[in-house]
């Protein structure tokens, strides 16, 4: 039987070492190419006309001055009259030129008329009288529920108290499944009253029935204690480097080479297919590098197809249009802001008894996302409902651990100031709670103790507010998180070839985080040969399908379709030359750059040797995750970490300065040290970043992005992020659960250690996040009374 | 440059205060020669470029390197367009972020906020000369040794700066690094590694 596990720590050549990326020294350099390098010959420029109002009617469009400037290659209207647009930023035309200055001038000469509606990009606390929805649920209405990550439960339970406004037919079901919806979801939908639409002004409100558990007052009133506060976070920008975009060309009539800014190579095709009525099959999708993503770049764009028509528009020659920057910040993606009151309970010994929330927030016309409240622990008695807000601002996309940095800095925010009443240190009241704390309790509290250790918690921690004199007031603050992290489905060819080389052909992506140096230490790994041996061909949709680079799912998919495709290979060479070895293929074992019997040098090849026995042709084979037949899973899901902060809060000028953070992460078996610690210091600095200084600030007058550009849109530099120190979890207990990813964890706890850290020098919390000066100061000064500063 | 001047009464040249900003910015770089047409502008002489293309020729890397380009053509475009070299990158494409630091002659500038024919009398080196061929500069190798870079977009721009700045702080302190090493920005996190790359640690983390 073919031993699929991964090996015994003591057979790990490189598994689990600290090596260096494989695609450093050409990123060093500046000799990678991105999407945005393109530049072959006879390079078209594309570039859009948006809409400068946050909500309109576009009345009429004139683009004859545009279409006679000379150096115009194409012009096409993406938005025609009549069309509602709901955001500033919006596409309207697009338009090729022989280069970027030509656009600008050819935009400039469009004529655009339009009916400039009211908009509403507020995303301040509802007001109070606001009812929960009770009118039947429409189609846009159920889109939103799906795309707000509202609870399947809570959805049904909707569906069969409103009814459904709209009536969906088997088409709208398949494509709803396609997008993941639960299978119990369309069954209620196909189970629903009709009841026709009630005829009133759309409400930017959408507030959920309340949803209770167990006995909320009950417990409230028995407790020790009881906390009230109000927590919560911006919204912020992915502000991805490379801006969203791509480059198109038409070689033949039906035939796309499409070069994208992509976390989704192997998914593009699929979704160009239909609007330009291409065949998937005749799309090539090529990237090699992407300068960030984040999880906003998962989907074929609408610019994207504008670029396609304007290329095919031209002739098919190559047409370039990467985003500029206040277009990234306006329509390629957001982080939705979430804010809550929360009131929670504990008895006299720090154990969570009542959470009581109400939630709100924005990510865009659609409404918000909704965080899970409480975040890890299950607190026995609940009461809570969430309220989303359709504004009129460029949609949310998936970032970095969707819902939980905002459900962090609520949940461990009221724990903290709860733990405060107390007297308590806040990691004695976690630790009170473990039993509440999920399936990896038993991972918090291995991780609690080794950051205590770096941190020096127990030495240091005081009670809140510090008492030492002067202006410059110190605290620690601390907060625990969760994702799954499971891998997703890879495939592979995998190849030796006649010379000892081998290839791995992928459909996947490295967004920076070390996929491409995994794939070869996993290969490399598996057959005991060194790891430049090993090419990984990869960036291109027409090798094996792997899944996006999203929710961490790439570290556990790509490894492990790789380590079955090495093994199957592996075995495939021993059967081939265990006839010259006198041997059966069970026998040998590929190590150290040999083929032998298992444990007799004396019996083998050198690995050039055996792969010359292979014959004429290349020995191929196939890897795939999952795959059932050929067990163990290689992957798993669900990972624990523990962050600590440490700041300095300076009470004259509101201004926050992190002197240290210590992040302990598990994620599993670790591949590779060396880049899995680089995404969690990563991670933390990502988190000082949109603790400290990131939001995107929307004028209520206009409606548009106040600061969409880098100098506005402060991102930390490096005279921000103090000392960081990082701690992965590895060996028995982690190791043996297989590689689970690792981008999303760690960015989630950073704002609630800070926060904390925050409340815990100065005495008040400081509700919002980002914790700038303004926002410290007004803390401060209302909080006087409560401040023990 | 005040607002100020900006309003003072003009030589009805038709310049628009967009085309005052070129010329204005020509003038330390270009001595007023027989060709362009030139205005009085600010209290001074000046030649207008363009506004169509004019012939430009930069000093890249110790070539000379020709290309018509317009006034309004950044250095930066310039470089990556024409001359495709594409090492320097446009991220916030208005001197913010660092992602396309070159070097005239030995100052590091924002390639994104300089115009191209204001550069054509200096030296302009690029990441692409700073690495012989497929052989790395001890910088580079220390970004690789540090894991100074992820998604490796805001790296060319922090190699080139990091190289500055050791040539000026041969021996770096972490409060030189602090305050140097500060106007490029990362989106990744990778300040960690850079600041162990500047701070000239040993070995990197590779055990």
């Known amino acids: 039987m073919t031993q699929f596990a991964w090996p015994d720590p003591a057979s790990r050549p490189l598994l689990g070492k600290k090596i260096s990326r494989v695609d450093g020294p050409p990123k060093a350099s500046g000799r990678a190419k991105y999407t945005y390098d393109y530049n072959p010959q006879g390079l078209l420029a594309g570039k859009i006309l948006r809409c400068p109002y946050a909500h309109a009617k576009v009345i009429s ?25 709901f955001w500033a930023g919006d596409e309207i035309v697009g338009v090729a030129a022989v280069d970027e200055g030509t656009c600008e001038d050819a935009l400039r000469a469009i004529k655009v008329e339009y009916e400039v509606l009211s908009h509403f990009v507020s995303d301040a606390e509802p007001p109070k009288n606001i009812a929960a929805d009770t009118g039947p649920i429409g189609a846009d209405d159920f889109q939103d529920m799906e795309e707000n990550q509202v609870p399947d439960e809570e959805v049904i339970s909707a569906i069969e108290r409103r009814g459904i406004s709209f009536k969906p037919e088997e088409k709208d079901y398949a494509s709803m499944k396609g997008m993941g919806v639960d299978s119990k979801v369309i069954d209620a939908l196909r189970q629903a009253k009709f009841v026709p639409a009630e005829n009133k002004p759309k409400s930017p409100y959408k507030k959920t029935a309340v949803q209770t558990q167990g006995a909320p007052d009950k417990a409230f009133a028995a407790a020790a204690a009881v906390s009230e506060g109000l927590y919560g976070a911006s919204c912020i920008v992915h502000s991805c480097f490379e801006t969203h975009g791509s480059a198109i060309e038409w070689p033949g009539a039906k035939e796309m080479v499409v070069h994208v800014s992509t976390q989704n190579v192997s998914g593009i095709a699929a979704q160009m297919s239909e609007p330009l009525s291409v065949p998937a099959g005749n799309i090539n999708v090529l990237q090699q590098n992407v300068g960030g993503g984040f999880g906003s770049k998962f989907s074929v764009d609408r610019w994207d197809v504008n670029t396609a028509k304007l290329s095919q528009k031209a002739g098919g020659k190559p047409v370039k249009n990467m985003l500029d920057r206040r277009a990234e910040f306006e329509v390629a993606g957001m982080r939705p802001s979430a804010f809550a009151r929360v009131k929670v309970a504990a008895d006299k010994d720090g154990k969570l008894v009542a959470w009581e929330s109400r939630s709100w927030g924005t990510g865009g016309v659609g409404g918000g996302g909704t965080p899970p409240l ?97 202006t410059i007031k110190r605290g620690m603050g601390l907060s625990i998180h969760t994702w799954g992290g499971r891998g997703h489905n ?40 060194p790891m430049e041996n090993v090419t990984l061909l ?77 014959g004429a042709v290349p020995l191929t084979v196939h890897g795939k995750n ?18 600590m902060a440490d700041v300095s ?141 | 440059m005040k607002d100020d001047d900006l309003r003072k009464p003009e030589a009805p040249s038709g310049v628009s205060r967009r085309d005052f900003m070129k010329i204005s910015a020509v003038t330390a770089a270009l001595p007023v020669v027989l060709g362009p047409k030139v205005v009085h502008a600010a209290g001074e002489d000046v030649p207008i470029q363009g506004p169509g293309k004019v012939a430009v020729t930069l000093n ?36 913010a972020c660092g992602a396309c630091t070159v070097l005239l002659d030995t100052k590091p500038v924002y390639a994104c906020s300089v115009l191209a024919i204001d550069a054509q009398n200096a030296k302009i080196t690029t990441i692409e000369a700073l690495a012989e061929a497929e052989k790395l500069s001890p910088v580079m190798q220390a970004f690789v040794e540090h894991d100074a870079q992820q998604c ?29 090493l500060n106007g490029n920005y990362c989106r990744c996190g990778t300040y960690d590694g850079i600041r162990a790359v500047a701070l000239l640690e040993q070995g990197g983390k590779q055990s």
Not at chain 1, 496 to 524: N, W
Not at chain 1, 630 to 637: A, G, I, R
Not at chain 2, 61 to 83: C, H, I
């Open chain 2, 152 to 180: 490796g977009f805001c790296t060319p721009g922090f190699v080139v700066a990091t190289t500055c700045f050791l040539k000026q702080h041969p021996k770096p302190t972490a409060d030189d690094i602090r305050r140097n």
């Open chain 1, 374 to 470: 409480p975040y890890i622990l299950e607190i026995p008695n609940q009461r809570k409902q969430n309220t989303a807000i359709s504004t009129n601002q460029g949609s949310a996309r998936a970032w970095r651990a969707p819902n939980h940095p905002q459900a962090a800095v609520i949940t461990m925010g009221a724990i903290e100031d709860l733990a405060a009443r107390l007297k308590m240190d806040p990691m004695d009241v976690l630790l009170a709670n473990m039993d509440i704390a999920g399936p990896r309790a038993q991972t918090y509290k291995e991780e609690l103790a080794i950051a205590d250790e770096m941190m020096g918690w127990k030495k240091n921690w005081h009670q809140r507010g510090d008492k030492t004199p002067g």
């Open chain 1, 538 to 614: 990869y960036g291109n949709n027409k090798y094996p399908q792997s899944g996006g680079s999203g929710g961490s799912t790439t570290s556990g998919g790509v490894t492990a379709s790789t380590r079955r495709g090495a093994i199957n290979a592996r075995d495939a060479l021993f059967e081939k030359i265990a006839p010259s070895l006198k041997a059966s293929p069970e026998e040998l074992e590929a190590v150290k750059g040999r083929v032998q019997v298992k444990g007799d040098a004396n019996r083998g090849l050198s690995w050039k040797e055996a792969c010359a026995k292979i």
């Open chain 1, 649 to 789: 809060v300076d009470t004259e000028t509101g201004i926050v300065r992190v002197n240290k953070m210590v992040a302990v992460q598990d994620c599993g078996l670790v591949v590779n040290v060396k880049t899995a610690e680089s995404q969690v210091y990563g991670a933390l600095i990502m988190g000082i970043s949109y603790a400290l200084y990131e939001e995107k600030i929307l004028d209520p007058v206009t409606g548009r992005v106040l600061n969409p550009n880098l100098e506005f849109y402060r991102l930390a530099g490096l005279s921000d992020i103090g000392e960081l120190k990082v701690h992965m979890m590895t060996g028995k207990g982690y190791d043996e659960r297989g590689v689970i990813g690792l981008a999303e964890p760690p960015v989630v706890s950073p704002g609630a250690a800070i926060s904390n850290a925050v409340a815990n020098a100065i005495g008040v919390r400081v509700s919002f996040l980002p914790l700038t000066p303004d926002r410290v100061l007004a803390a401060l000064e209302e909080g006087g009374a409560n401040a023990s500063v």
């Open chain 1, 61 to 85: 469009i004139d683009t004859r001055a545009a279409e006679k400037l000379s150096g115009v290659k194409a012009v096409e209207v993406i938005q025609g009259p009549g069309t509602e647009i």
């Open chain 1, 490 to 529: 890879s495939n592979c060819d995998f190849t030796i070839h006649p010379d000892g080389s081998v290839e791995i052909k992928m459909g996947t992506q490295d967004l920076g985080t070390g996929a491409r140096t995994i794939i070869i230490i996993v290969a490399a790994d598996t057959l005991g040969i």
């Open chain 2, 60 to 95: 890249v890397n110790g070539k000379k390197l020709s290309a018509q380009l317009e006034p309004r053509v950044t250095l930066l475009d310039a470089l990556r367009g024409p001359f495709d070299l594409t090492g320097a990158k446009r991220v916030c494409d208005r001197g």
């Open chain 1, 626 to 643: 999952p795959n059932k037949d050929e067990p163990p899973d290689l992957t798993n899901s669900g990972v624990g970490g523990v962050q």
